[in-house]
Structure formats: C-alpha cells, structure tokens
C-alpha cells in the first residue's frame, strides 16, 4: 500500500459505520438522520444537526475511484446522499443556523458551518455528474443562503481562531456556487475578521494561546478555500502556520496534545496536500503525519466518538483525492542542525541539542515534552504540577496565564507564578436535565439569547479559574545529552495538600476533542509526593523536587 493509499483506507474503513448511524428507510420521518441514536435508540430528544456532515463523506466516496472503493457509483449511495441533504434543510431554524450540543444552540460555525460546507461540496460533486435533483434545488439554495448569512451576521464568545476559518470557507463557497455578490462580501468580512487572530509568529488564537491541533485545523479549512482562489493572504497564513506547527511533529512520530491551549491530538492534512506542489514543507508534514497515521500514532477515526469521527472521513478522502506532488526539499525542525528558538508572543521554548529534543509551552506554566531524536522515543511528558487540598480544591500550573514570568537561557529557561483553581468538574442530574431543557424551549429560540447562554456554558466548563496563594518555580535545564527539571513549590498562607504530583500527561480544559488515548502515553509516568515530602511542604511551606530525564548513550 503506498502512503496516499493510507488515507482511503483509514476513510473507506469507516463508511459502513457512518451508514450505520443513516436512517435509509424512504418511509421513515427521519429518514436521512444520522443521529441513530435519536431515530432508533430513542435516547435523546433531538436531531442534532452535526451528524449530517456524513453526507460529505458518502459524496467523496461515491464519487471518486479509491483503492478498495466498493461504494464509487453505488445508486443507493446517490439516493442517501440526497436525503441527508433533505434532512439537513428539514432541520434548520429559521434564523438559518443548526443545534450541535442542545436544542435552540443556534450554534455559529460549529454545526452551522461544518454542514453548509459539507452541503456545497456534496452538492458540486452530484451537479458535476448531472445527478442533483433539479425539484429540490430551489429549497437547497435558500438553506444554503440562509446559513450563509447566519456565519456573516454572527459571531460567537470566546476566541477560536479555527471557527473563524470554518466562517471564511462555507461563505466562500456560497459565493462559488450561486454567484451572489453579498456573499463575496461576506468572503471578505469574515476573512478580515480571521486575520485578527493570527499572529505573526504563525499561530491562531484559540481562547488564549496556540493551540497546534485546531492549527492544523485552520491551514486546512483556509487551504479548501486556496483551491479554488489564490488569494495570497490565505497563502501566507497557512505557509506561516506550517513553519509554526511543524516544531511539534515530534520524534516519536506523534503530534501536538498537551504542548497547546486545548491540548488536541488531532492533524488536519488537506490543507498540506493542497500547499505539497507550492511550498516544500507542506509535504515534509504531510508524509511524516502520514506515516503515523499508518502507524496509528495520530488520533484515527475509529477510535473517535460518533459525533466527532465523521470528521476524519471526509479530510482523509479529500487529502486522498487532491493529495500534492512532492516538491523541493525540506527538514521537520528536529531534524535540523542545533537550534532554539522562542516564540515571545505564544511562550513557546524549543530546542534541538545533539540527539535531544525538548519543545515547552511557558504560557501554560512549563509544559515540557523532551524526546531521544535516534531512538524516536519520548523521554517525558511532562505537563506540571497538579494536586488536591486537604479543603478539596484541584491546584495546578497547567494554565494559561500572561502573569507568569519567563525568562530564557541558553541552556534552558524558567517560568514561575501562582497555581490556579481546576475549574469544577460540572454534570448533569436528571432534574437539572430537565430544568435546562425548559429554560432553553422558554428563551433559546431567540438567537441573541442563545448566545449567552453558549457564553456561560464556556465560560463554566473551559475558561472559569481563579489564583490560588500556592506559588511554583520551574527550571529546565538542558544540555546534550538531557533535560534537568526542577520544582519549587511555596505556600506561603500554609495550604494543606492531600496529594501531589508533578510530571506524566494530563488535562485540566475541558476540550470535547481531546483526551484520546495514545501509546506514548506508557513512556512517561507522575513523580507522586510520598507522604514524607507532603508533610515538609505542608509543615514547612516549601519543597524543591528535581528529575532529570536523559537520552540513550549506546
């Protein structure tokens, strides 16, 4: 199997699992849905609209000759694409947007933009063919318009850069297919509107930091639109964003997690493919993200939940289908000659030292990963300090804060200030459930409200923290052959820990689209405080704790 090849068959592997989320009874009300678990398991009270983005996939598949392909040109392949399309119009509010996480969501690019994309690219591929039904164009438009002028008007709480280049693409493509020159307008509003969350050290702002998942995210929503219009200012944020996120391809072959504001996994690869034949480094990532692909080092879809690995299907099918020629020569930065470099505006430290590797996030309190470059094994994960008060409160240094001091060396840097309150971790009971659900019949249908509402639930369940008195120092040293952390902790009002550790992955954000499972996972572990050593920090009010964690020598 050639490495393109991967791509349809981690993609095609996937379809009978999505047909199986589809209700394909022509004489069921909800035929068309793919929320299976509402049309047939009855477990939840309403369509979300997400779901319907499988529509994309199916239309890739029935269309284009892949290896292994038994769905290419399959007629009742054509038949359910079209009514998830119909379903897709059936469910749409007024206001043209789409519910994703709860009725009356009113959700802005998340569903709303995701599935006009999906619709317009389907709806290309089935025209191409002379296969859309001339009946049902008219009600498509007009959904289409609908939700168009939803991602125009609306914006959404909370900086995510991402969702802003989900806006450009669908709007774009609006224009693209019906011609109307307000939605060319609304191009160039949202594209203005991106463009003020992109840094010049290449990254996007995702709530408040870079976060390289969703990174990759963005050069592929911005490089769908590329495709059909050379507009250099996508160009050069998505040549910008590659040199950026190419520092965390790592040794080991894995990608990203914990080193970004929301800790993802996950590697978008359509927008390289669609720079490969332009820009040499596009292609570098891309094969190297394609071979841990195949190596199942990056977050597969069939470990995805229903909501989220429909997704992976259709990047990797269009990846497959607009995969780049290879041009030029480039290096992923770890295989460069020694360096280190700093990105001042992200807090990012990076450096290659002989065979070492270390890459940390200083915004999020030091945030280290150190990697062996021969042996391609990761040395430690180290994502800082957590731990639980004798009062119950979680205390960590794994959040983003612009207070805390930074300061680099040329063997290493240091980063210290005050840990921060674990927001709660927020669930639901049945009568809460239920009392939700009335306040959003009640108020959700209107939009302005709607938004609110969104803004509260993020602001509870992702960006809610306070400062505690608990203060840290983190000094990382490294040199050729490893890297030396150590830890101070002080508690100057005396706070009583219960249990404390330092080091080994986890998370703290609530973040839908992380905490997958990866193998890397096993080589790396906590230093956990024996009871002795809580008892000096507690009595003592400070405790230092030195690791050094060092490359093979053989």
């Not at 995702?206 to 200012?233: M, P, Q």
């Not at 990203?256 to 390289?272: D, K, V």
């Not at 001042?344 to 890459?359: A, E, H, I, M, W």
């Not at 080589?523 to 030195?546: F, H, P, S, W, Y």
């Amino acid at each position: 199997m050639s490495l393109r090849d991967v791509y349809a068959q981690k993609a095609l592997s996937q379809i009978p699992r999505l047909l199986s989320l589809q209700d394909r009874n022509a004489y069921s009300p909800t035929y068309g849905c793919f929320k299976r678990t509402y049309w047939l398991d009855k477990t939840v009270d309403f369509p979300d609209a997400l779901p319907q983005f499988g529509v994309l996939s199916l239309a890739l598949a029935y269309h284009h000759d892949m290896p292994s392909n038994q769905f290419k040109d399959q007629e009742k392949i054509r038949e359910w694409i079209i009514a998830g399309m119909k379903y897709w119009t059936k469910i749409q509010h007024r206001d043209g947007s789409f519910d994703e996480f709860y009725p009356n969501e009113h959700g802005w690019t998340g569903p709303t933009g995701f599935l006009l994309y999906a619709m317009l690219k389907s709806y290309m591929i089935l025209n191409e063919r002379g296969e859309f039904p001339s009946d049902f164009c008219d009600e498509f438009f007009e959904s289409c318009r609908k939700a168009a002028r939803y991602i125009i008007k609306w914006d959404e709480h909370g900086v995510l850069a991402n969702h802003h280049a989900m806006g450009v693409l669908p709007v774009f493509y609006t224009f693209h297919v019906l011609g109307d020159e307000e939605f060319c307008e609304g191009y160039e509003k949202k594209l203005e509107e991106f463009l003020k969350y992109h840094t010049s050290e290449g990254w996007s702002l995702e709530y408040d930091g870079a976060d390289i998942g969703y990174l990759s995210a963005t050069v592929s929503f911005l490089g769908k639109v590329y495709k059909l219009n050379r507009d250099t200012r996508l160009r050069k944020v998505m040549e910008e964003s590659l040199q950026f996120l190419s520092y965390f391809v790592y040794p080991n072959g894995f990608y990203a997690g914990s080193m970004g504001s929301r800790n993802t996994l996950h590697f978008y690869s359509h927008g390289c493919e669609i720079l490969a034949p332009e820009v040499p480094l596009a292609g570098c990532v891309a094969d190297a993200m394609l071979e841990s692909l195949r190596d199942g080092k990056i977050v597969p879809a069939e470990i995805q939940s229903d909501r989220y690995f429909l997704y992976r299907i259709p990047e990797h099918l269009e990846s497959f289908v607009d995969f780049g020629e290879r041009s030029g020569e480039a290096k992923l930065p770890y295989k460069q000659e020694d360096f280190q470099k700093e990105f001042d505006k992200g807090r990012y430290f990076v450096q290659k030292k002989g065979n070492l590797y270390v890459v940390a996030n200083a915004a999020k309190g030091g945030v280290t990963k150190a990697f062996d470059i021969d042996q391609k094994k990761q040395l430690t994960s180290d994502c800082g300090i957590i731990g639980q008060t004798k009062s119950g409160e979680v205390l960590t240094s794994q959040w983003i804060d612009p207070s805390y001091d930074f300061v680099t060396r040329d063997d290493g840097f240091t980063v210290s200030g005050n840990l921060h309150r674990v927001p709660a971790n927020k669930l639901f009971t049945p009568v809460k459930l239920i009392i939700f659900r009335l306040f959003l019949l009640l108020f959700g249908w209107h939009t302005g409200m709607a938004y609110r509402i969104k803004g509260l639930i993020r602001k509870i369940l992702m960006l809610k923290s306070g400062i505690s008195d608990v203060q840290f120092h983190r000094d990382v040293v490294v040199t050729n052959a490893s890297v030396k952390i150590t830890d101070t902790i002080t508690s100057k009002k005396n706070t009583q820990f219960e249990s404390l550790q330092i080091g080994d992955e986890f998370f703290v954000r609530y973040v839908p689209q992380s905490r997958y499972f990866q193998s890397q996972e096993f080589d790396t572990k906590a230093r956990v405080l024996t009871a002795q050593e809580l008892g000096v920090l507690n009595e003592k009010g400070e405790i230092v704790i030195e690791q050094t964690h060092s490359i093979s020598l053989q």
